[in-house]
């Protein structure tokens, strides 16, 4: 019988680095083939049963010679490479040569020393405002690299890079980045044998790496990183933790989710991974799944139905679960659910999806039950398009309710909706007073909302009755921490990127506010003055006796203050004020959004 050839990453080097499927190969193994000295034994101690043989002075013929041999003898025999092999791991020789005589092989993936490297790092490659890719690469040695690849063309890219194989010349090496026009401040870190009992770290600047590296003698097993993603400080925010982002798995501020606990079947096997990948992506929801599938779902999400009695699972479940998400044909559907259906007010909501995710319909109870929400949830989920045929959803307009949570308005009298909304569906018109911004945004093109005039507040009336819909604007203070010498144009583009992401109006915006500090920078007063709002300076001392959300170390260290923006716009917002949107760094400027209480009569 033949044997078996798993190709296995060993990781960076720490024996619980490598993946549990590596270690089960070792296990196994007859013959362990490893490579060199960048493979920690310890790991060898997996491969209890193994003859071990380490590759680093066999050639390549000898090393193919001992996988093929181990093979035909019906050996189960590991090869093992540092990191991942698909980087400099030289495997593709060994594949080729496998593939040529048709001896089959599989592939185990490896942490690769350049994730290593940022987890002894804390850092994290792509950091938005920073960099959003990184060039994994080496410089040439006794093994070329193509002319188009060469450092000084690669590194004119402004992106974080990880250098392989190339600690042995540090000078040679920064000077190739200077030639690309790196600056002299370009953090750089130097990670020697990452996750290894002897691993260290040096950090310097393009300025003084080389030096640095050099008094700590390391030479080689080395990986260096470029770039300016290694000042975590200075990093925008990703807008994955965006309140306002809608993110697959998160729905946006102002589009409500559907609420209550979802029923998610599948009958397919591509049915019930798709069912799974929507169940994890609804707030709560169980897989239903047929017996002969059970062990593709997880246990703590799965309800297991014998094969075949769909029908009777899904009558089970009804009356139990407020959401039904059905990854199969409508038909089947239709037929399961037509004798469970009672009324409007009762039914749960129905949601048809197909195995693609293509398309998620709302089937059943599309507003009171909530399938239109629900399969708008699907839909994000999937990356799919909702399929929504109820009236008031499909004239595709903005209700006034939804543009009031998204934007922090508060409804006074929320009694009018209906009344506004119910007129509507019946094409009637209203008369609209509020910020022509959000007028000419969500409304221009609607003939049924008529603009009678700019206000900050919201009135929505319907023409020759009593009904006004009144929404009242919030207030805002934003908190600004900037560098010295920070100019006008920055601080516009910072101020105004915040505002977008948070749904915040200048309008609205009372004010701004910061350090005492900043009483004399230039910038600032003439961004304040051009937009005609307040600006208020805090002391140092009324700065940090505010609670905020997130100190910086690096105010602390260099201004003896825990915060600027947040605390500077709380503090000008008063009593009450709530964080609406914490400390954001757009380049050189920071800046926090804190909406002020409604002020109450006395
Ligand atoms: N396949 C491996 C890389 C092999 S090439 C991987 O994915 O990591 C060998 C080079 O990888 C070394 O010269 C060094 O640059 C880097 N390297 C490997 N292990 C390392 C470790 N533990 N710490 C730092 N660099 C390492």
């Given amino acids: 019988m033949n044997g078996k050839i798993t190709f296995v990453g060993a990781g960076p080097g720490a024996p619980d680095l490598i993946t549990v499927r590596g270690a089960e190969a070792l296990k196994r193994a007859d013959l362990v083939v490893y490579a060199g000295s960048l493979v920690n034994e310890k790991l060898l101690d997996y491969a209890r049963n193994a003859e071990l ?164 003698g390391i030479k080689r097993q080395a990986m260096i990183v470029v770039g300016k993603a290694l000042n975590r400080e200075q990093g925008g925010l990703s807008s994955l933790y965006d309140r306002n982002f809608a993110h697959g798995y998160r729905a946006a501020a102002g589009t409500e989710p ?64 407020r959401g039904f998400v059905m990854v199969m044909a409508a038909g089947i559907v239709v037929r399961h659910i037509a004798p469970l259906c009672g009324s409007k007010t009762s039914d749960p909501a129905v949601v048809v999806c197909d195995e693609r995710g293509d398309y998620a319909v709302s089937l059943l109870s599309g507003h009171i039950g909530g399938a239109n929400r629900l399969a708008s949830d699907v839909a994000r989920i999937t990356g799919g398009k909702a399929v929504v045929t109820t009236a008031s959803d499909v004239r595709g307009m903005t209700a006034f309710d939804e543009l009031a949570s998204r934007f922090h308005y508060r409804v006074n009298n929320p009694g009018a909706i209906l009344k506004v909304s119910s007129h509507l569906l019946e094409n009637g018109r209203v ?47 934003l908190g600004i921490g900037c560098r010295k010498g920070t100019g006008i144009a920055a601080l516009r583009a910072a101020v105004a990127e915040v505002l977008k992401r948070s749904w915040v109006l200048m309008d609205c915006v009372e004010g701004f506010a910061s350090a005492d500090l900043k009483r004399e920078e230039k910038g600032l007063l003439e961004f304040a003055r051009e937009t005609g709002k307040k600006l208020r300076f805090f002391s140092k001392k009324k700065l940090n006796a505010q609670k905020v959300e997130h100190p910086s170390e690096y105010a602390m260290k260099h201004l003896g203050i825990h915060s600027v923006s947040e605390a500077a716009s709380l503090l000008a917002a008063g009593k009450g004020a709530a964080l609406v949107t914490g400390k954001t760094v757009c380049g050189s400027v920071t800046v926090a959004v804190a909406r002020q209480m409604k002020k109450t009569a006395l």
């Fill in 53 to 216: 043989v380490n590759s680093a002075k066999l050639s390549l013929d000898e090393v193919l010679a001992l996988l093929c041999n181990g093979y035909h003898a019906g050996k189960s025999v590991v090869r093992l490479h540092t990191g991942d092999p698909a980087m400099y791991g030289a495997v593709s020789e060994q594949y080729r040569e496998l593939d040529k005589q048709d001896i089959p092989y599989e592939v185990v993936p490896g942490v690769s020393s350049a994730f290593a490297a940022a987890a002894a790092l804390k850092t994290e490659y792509t950091m938005p405002g920073l960099s959003m890719s990184v060039i994994m690469t080496r410089d040439a040695g006794r093994t070329p690299v193509p002319e188009k690849e060469a450092l000084p063309s690669l590194a004119a890219h402004d992106c974080t890079m990880c250098i392989f194989l190339s600690a042995g010349n540090m000078r040679a090496l920064i000077g190739k980045l200077r030639a690309a026009g790196r600056p002299e401040d370009t953090p750089v870190a130097v990670v020697y044998r990452a996750s290894w009992e002897n691993e260290k770290i040096v950090r310097g600047t393009l300025a003084d790496i080389a030096e640095r590296v050099e008094e700590a």
């Fill in 431 to 477: 008369e609209v007073r509020m910020p022509r911004v959000l007028y000419d945004r969500f409304y221009a093109d609607d003939a049924r909302v008529v603009f009678c005039g700019e206000s900050r507040d919201i009135s929505v009336s319907v023409p020759g009755t009593e009904t006004v819909l009144r929404m009242e604007a919030p207030r805002f203070f």
């Fill in 258 to 321: 559907f609420r209550g606990k979802c029923a998610v079947f599948g009958m397919t096997r591509e049915g019930i991974a798709k069912a799974l990948e929507i169940a994890s992506g609804l707030t709560e929801a169980d897989v239903f799944v047929p017996e002969k599938y059970a062990s593709l779902v997880p246990e703590h999400r799965r309800v297991i139905y014998p094969d075949g009695r769909s029908k009777q699972a899904i009558a089970r479940a009804w009356g139990i679960y």
